[in-house]
Each structure stands twice: as C-alpha cells, then as structure tokens.
C-alpha cells in the first residue's frame, strides 16, 4: 500500500475548513485504500460514504443521492464491476460526477463509459494532488 502513495509527501497537504461538507460516494474493493481515501478527503472537508464494490456502492447512492455530490470509482471492483456500476449510478442520477479510476488510461476506457463527453479519469496509483484538482473540476463542472 505504501508504493500507491510514494508520489506524495502528505504531511505538506493542508487540513481544510470544514464549513460547508460535501458528500464523497468512495467505491473501493481495497480495504487500506477505501480508508486512506475517507481519512484524505476528510481532511479536505468532505464528508465520506465508503462502498467496497459495485452492489453495495449503487445501494449507498441510492439511498443518498440527494446528499452525494461526487463519486469516486474504482474501475476494478468487484460483484459489479466499474463500468456497470457507472451506469447504474448514472440511470439514478445523470448529473453527479463520477471520477473513474483504473491502473492504466486508454481509449478502451472511455469506451467503457459510452454518453461522457469528457469523462473524469484518474490512474492508481493516486496521485493526491491530482486527485485534489480532479475532484475539484468535477465539481465546478
């Protein structure tokens, strides 16, 4: 787990105000990773919903898509794998931002995600400040 973050020095990353919590939807079958990500973007001032594969992430927004402001997807998942999650996540809601994540990026992955214009794609391992931009375009969007 430790090689993931080995591009960021953490301890220069800024603890944010927590005024106006935002609600992160985190679908991710690694247990260390799933918890690094909800303590992170805690830091950042969101609130954080943790799903450890695709069945259960779709049950949780669901149940608080009202709430949820932005997904966070790993394509890799389990029991549903990412792309069938996306577009069950997105035949609920059209307008909340999913940000896919996979190990590599290729045309076969936007493929994946047929109707997104400009999909929001990150690669593992995270890079937290890419991440940070990442999640903040796609909010802004």
Not at 80 to 109: S, V, W
Request: proline share 4%; with cysteine.
């Amino acid at each position: 787990m430790a090689s993931e973050y080995a591009n960021v020095n953490f301890l220069d990353r800024p603890v944010r105000e927590e005024g106006n919590l935002r609600t992160v939807l985190v679908v991710e079958d690694n247990r260390h990773t799933r918890h690094f990500l909800k303590w992170y973007l805690t830091r950042l001032g969101f609130r954080v919903l943790l799903a450890e594969d695709g069945l259960s992430g779709i049950n949780l927004f669901r149940n608080n898509q009202d709430q949820i402001s932005i997904v966070i997807l790993d394509m890799g998942i389990p029991i549903m794998n990412g792309a069938e999650t996306f577009h069950a996540i997105r035949h609920l809601q059209q307008n909340t931002p999913i940000i896919a994540c996979l190990y590599q990026t290729d045309d076969k992955t936007i493929e994946l995600l047929p109707g997104e214009k400009h999909p929001a794609v990150i690669t593992k391992p995270y890079d937290l400040s890419e991440l940070e931009t990442t999640l903040r375009q796609a909010l802004q969007a």
